[in-house]
């Protein structure tokens, strides 16, 4: 949801936004939302990089790189001036480690 998000905010506001994924399918999301895909080696200033949650508790603690793309995603995190990381209802739980 958060790259449709993006996508109608980028299309409503007349935003240039390049798009740097951290897998292939979220570079599948950027293409089919019609977002501008970029590479990290062309585009290695990241003003903005958002990331998904595996699970988080109640006191916002979370377990990131349930997935297979960890390395990418601490190379895009680490290349970012802000980092945020989203997750929604289906990621919480009250202590970490009772989900995941």
Known sequence: YAVERVAQIVATQSLAVICVPTSFQ????????????????????????FDGADEIDQLGCAI????????????????????????DYSKQSDCLCQNW
């Open 64 to 87: 990131k790189g349930g997935g297979g793309c960890l390395t990418q995603e601490k190379i895009v995190a680490h290349a970012a001036d802000k980092l945020h990381i989203i997750a």
């Open 26 to 49: 979220a570079r599948e999301l950027i293409h089919q939302a019609g977002l501008v895909v970029g590479e990290l080696e062309s585009t290695p200033e990241v003003d903005l990089c």
